[in-house]
Each structure stands twice: as C-alpha cells, then as structure tokens.
C-alpha cells in the first residue's frame, strides 16, 4: 500500500524559512510527478508546486520565488524549501500526485505555522 510521509514543519516567525521533506513507501518519484499542497483553515486544499519525473517545475504564483521543490532520487525524497514566510503561509502541507484523477492516500500532512 502506498504511504506518503511529510515531515518537518513548524512553528516559524514572519521572514524565516523551512524545509518540507515527502517520502514514500510504494511510490519511486524519479518515475513520478508530485506536488506540495496546503490546505489552510476554511480553505480549499491548493496545490503549491510541483515537479514531473523528469524535472520540470511548477508554482503556484503566490509562492512563486519564494518556494523551491526539489528531489533526491538518492532519498527517494521530495522537497520544498520555503523561504520569505508570512502568515498567510500558515496551512497544513501535503504532498501527492499532481493530477487529481491520479491522487495517493492523502498523508498526515506536516503543520507549517508563520506567527511572531
């Protein structure tokens, strides 16, 4: 059974950084596209950004030189650097497919919250 696992949000002050890493048991994403999504409250989920297997790279605008995603086919790992945190980037954080016809069990997601 496929397992997505997001890891290493937190508690962050307006300006500072993070970084979000995704795993999977079952899912090889140097053969795959994934996305980062959130999902804030009272919010639809939304995607942020994504990248196709062989590297092409999308962003939500409103994250757009903000937010880097990268792989490590080595980790078998996805990530997403964030960079210039404001509030209004306080959400729950999941990654999965990019293409809604396509999703993975939703993961636990990981916790981002941007307050002084």
């Known amino acids: 059974q496929v397992q997505l696992v997001e890891s290493g949000g937190g508690l962050v002050q307006p300006g500072g950084s993070l970084r979000l890493s995704c795993t999977s048991s079952?899912?090889?994403?140097?053969?795959?596209?994934m996305g980062w999504y959130r999902q804030a409250p009272g919010k639809e989920r939304e995607m942020v950004a994504a990248?196709?297997?062989?590297?092409?790279?999308n962003y939500a605008d409103s994250v757009k030189g903000r937010f880097t995603i990268s792989r490590d086919d080595a980790r078998n790992t996805i990530y997403l650097q964030m960079n210039s945190l404001s509030p209004e980037d306080t959400a729950v954080y999941y990654c999965?497919?990019?293409?809604?016809?396509?999703?993975?069990?939703w993961g636990q997601g990981t916790q981002v919250t941007v307050s002084s």
């Open positions: 999965n497919s990019p293409y809604g016809n396509k999703w993975y069990s």
């Open positions: 079952g899912i090889i994403f140097r053969f795959n596209a």
């Open positions: 990248i196709t297997g062989g590297g092409r790279i």
